[in-house]
């Protein structure tokens, strides 16, 4: 009897801790998911508040965003409080929120040096309206304010647009593209056109491109005339080899 006891109670031992394992690798797995979480939403804000200047955040929205930071990172803190280098991160955003109060930026777009840096922009972009969105629905922005933030983004991407167009045409230009030129220019003073109320940014983009479109239209031209006086030279050389061919047939 003693035995059966005994092997019973092994049993319920072994069970018990494949429950108990089982529960800590669930509670682990869980764990590590919420963290992955947090530390996207961390990652994808960090990487926005790179381009502040060049994407001319207003003071508001600096806030916000390293607020945003600073709430995941105390969500870090509660599922795993041994992360010490995250208490540190916590206090350098809060520094930096009081850095922003007392200096905040321009609010002046500055143009990318290069396309590299226009492309990041561009991606920064969609990454801050995605966290605009998130923080309307945490409560944490208004829809008034959402919507202005992503007027002002829309803006700011038809700036890199036009930065990187006018790079291109102007380089299309000195490689005698003028046709290609032509047609970059075009499309874009188009859409220029169709926008009533201009900052100086957009108009001197709109005259820089106006004058590059007419330059390169002119060199369109010249080459369209070269192209048919040498046509007409050569139906004229071929008109003239056919009457000599028919002048030196025997009668």
Request: glycine share 2%; proline share 3%; charged share 30%.
């Given at each position: 009897m003693?035995?059966?006891?005994?092997?019973?109670?092994?049993?319920?031992?072994m069970i018990v801790y494949a429950i108990i394992r089982q529960t800590k690798k669930m509670i682990s797995t869980k764990?590590?998911?919420?963290?992955?979480?947090?530390?996207?939403?961390?990652?994808?804000?960090e990487a926005v508040l790179k381009y502040a200047?060049?994407?001319s955040f207003n003071t508001r929205l600096i806030i916000l965003l390293h607020e945003?930071?600073?709430?995941?990172?105390?969500?870090?803190?509660?599922?795993?409080?041994?992360?010490?280098?995250?208490?540190?991160?916590?206090?350098?955003?809060?520094?930096?929120?009081?850095?922003?109060?007392?200096?905040?930026?321009?609010?002046?777009?500055?143009?990318?040096?290069?396309?590299?840096?226009?492309?990041d922009l561009a991606r920064s972009i969609s990454r801050l309206k995605a966290i605009l969105r998130d923080e309307l629905t945490n409560k944490n922005i208004t829809l008034e304010d959402c919507l202005a933030e992503e007027k002002k983004l829309e803006q700011i991407r038809l700036k890199l647009r036009l930065s990187n167009c006018l790079v291109k045409a102007e380089l299309f230009f000195k490689q005698a593209k003028y046709s290609i030129t032509e047609k970059m220019l075009i499309d874009n003073l188009a859409l220029l056109e169709s926008i009533e109320v201009k900052d100086e940014y957009l108009i001197d983009k709109f005259n820089k491109m106006t004058i590059l479109s007419n330059k390169a239209n002119f060199e369109v031209s010249l080459l369209e005339l070269q192209?048919?006086?040498?046509?007409?030279?050569?139906?004229?050389?071929?008109s003239l080899e056919t009457l000599f061919e028919q002048q030196q047939k025997p009668m």
């Open positions: 003693f035995i059966e006891m005994g092997i019973l109670l092994f049993v319920f031992s764990k590590r998911k919420i963290l992955s979480t947090y530390y996207k939403r961390i990652t994808d804000t200047t060049q994407l945003r930071v600073i709430s995941s990172l105390h969500a870090v803190l509660a599922v795993d409080p041994k992360h010490e280098h995250v208490k540190n991160n916590i206090h350098h955003h809060r520094s930096r929120i009081s850095t922003a109060k007392i200096t905040p930026l321009t609010g002046i777009f500055v143009e990318p040096a290069d396309e590299r840096i226009s492309i192209k048919e006086s040498e046509e007409t030279k050569l139906d004229e050389l071929t």
